[in-house]
């Protein structure tokens, strides 16, 4: 549980780079190809969400 909570607690664009990371190892496991691209996708846009919230906060606190 205490790594759990570390990993959240990381800057937000080194988590969407260890997605990246994660969706990359995802393409050679060895599973099934539809595990594998499953879990690809879910990885890709769980980092294009992070690298989106992280604009929208710098976006915001240039705006302030």
Request: glycine share 2%; proline share 2%; charged share 25%.
């Amino acid at each position: 549980m205490a790594k759990l909570r570390l990993f959240l607690t990381q800057n937000p664009s080194k988590r969407a780079a260890a997605h990246r990371a994660m969706a990359k190892a995802a393409l050679f496991a060895d599973s099934s190809t539809r595990t594998r691209l499953k879990r690809y996708n879910h990885h890709i846009d769980k980092a294009q969400q992070l690298e989106a919230r992280l604009t929208d906060t710098q976006r915001q606190g240039a705006s302030a």
